[in-house]
């Protein structure tokens, strides 16, 4: 009896049936489908998977992100395809971004001329926030 639901029908109800590439495989009672454990590997939060996405719609690139949360450039690439995530349209502003307190955001929002002349979305990120600005591109 398998404490792991069936992948195909979602029985608990399974027995061992050998080993494959030294993971155990089961045989459902319930449907007769063949299957193995779920391999042990590191399972990401899923505040990481939301954060991601929308630092990815804002326009942040996949390797930012990667530095910004420590997840792999390539889980991020995984997450917008598994979610259709779509790429944002690419204007004449791009973004830049700051890691600010609490106190340093709220210096940031007492002065007037901070506020102007770009858009800007603060989100939390974990015990910090990050600002995100759009600026016109100089060249």
């Given at each position: 009896?398998?404490?792991?639901?069936?992948?195909?029908?979602?029985?608990?109800?399974?027995?061992?049936?050998?080993?494959?590439?030294?993971?155990?495989?089961?045989?459902c009672q319930?449907?007769?489908?063949?299957?193995?454990v779920a391999?042990?590997?590191?399972?990401?939060?899923?505040?990481?998977?939301?954060?991601?996405?929308?630092?990815?719609?804002?326009?942040?690139?996949?390797?930012?992100?990667?530095?910004?949360?420590?997840?792999?450039?390539?889980?991020?690439?995984?997450?917008?395809?598994?979610?259709?995530?779509?790429?944002?349209?690419?204007?004449?502003?791009?973004?830049?971004?700051?890691?600010?307190?609490?106190?340093?955001?709220?210096?940031?929002?007492?002065?007037?001329?901070?506020?102007k002349g770009?858009?800007?979305?603060?989100?939390?990120?974990?015990?910090?926030?990050?600002?995100?600005?759009?600026?016109?591109?100089?060249?």
């Amino acid at each position: 009896m398998a404490n792991v639901a069936c992948p195909k029908c979602d029985s608990k109800e399974a027995t061992k049936s050998g080993i494959i590439n030294d993971r155990q495989r089961f045989k459902c009672q319930n449907c007769g489908y063949h299957y193995t454990v779920a391999k042990v590997g590191r399972e990401v939060n899923p505040y990481y998977v939301v954060k991601a996405l929308q630092l990815y719609i804002e326009g942040v690139s996949y390797r930012e992100i990667e530095r910004l949360l420590g997840v792999s450039h390539v889980s991020v690439m995984n997450w917008v395809k598994k979610y259709g995530v779509k790429a944002p349209r690419q204007t004449d502003y791009h973004p830049t971004y700051k890691i600010l307190n609490q106190k340093e955001l709220a210096e940031f929002f007492q002065k007037s001329e901070n506020l102007k002349g770009a858009g800007l979305v603060v989100t939390e990120l974990g015990d910090k926030y990050m600002m995100i600005r759009w600026e016109r591109f100089r060249d």
